[in-house]
């Protein structure tokens, strides 16, 4: 054994995730949680996941699909509309 830490659920190290950068299971989440928090603020900027999602991703998600649907219709005055919607909604959502 190297030292590394290991997971209780699926017996993945912290050096096996280093090398994969694949982790095992959802509780490595906790059996690494010291570890990942520097890898994590590198990547994202925080050191951990808040699980919240902004009340205006569903919006996004929503207009993103009547997007498509408009352009599929070839709807393209409607779907413009849809376009600046979009735009405006992601320029105030952090």
């Known amino acids: 054994m190297d030292g590394s830490p290991v997971c209780p ?8 995730f ?4 694949l982790l095992g299971c959802a509780g ?3 059996a690494f949680a010291e570890d990942l928090a520097p890898v994590f603020k590198r ?3 925080v050191a951990r996941h808040c699980q919240e999602k902004t009340p ?3 919006e996004l998600a929503k ?7 408009a ?3 070839e709807a393209y005055e409607e779907a413009s509309d849809i376009r600046d919607r979009i735009l405006t909604l992601k320029q105030i959502t952090p």
């Open 9 to 16: 659920q699926c017996g993945q190290t912290f050096a096996e």
């Open 71 to 73: 352009v599929a219709r």
């Open 63 to 69: 207009l993103k699909t009547q997007l498509q649907d």
């Open 28 to 30: 490595c989440y906790l």
């Open 18 to 21: 280093q090398t994969s950068s």
């Open 43 to 45: 990547l994202h900027g």
């Open 56 to 58: 205006a991703s569903g």
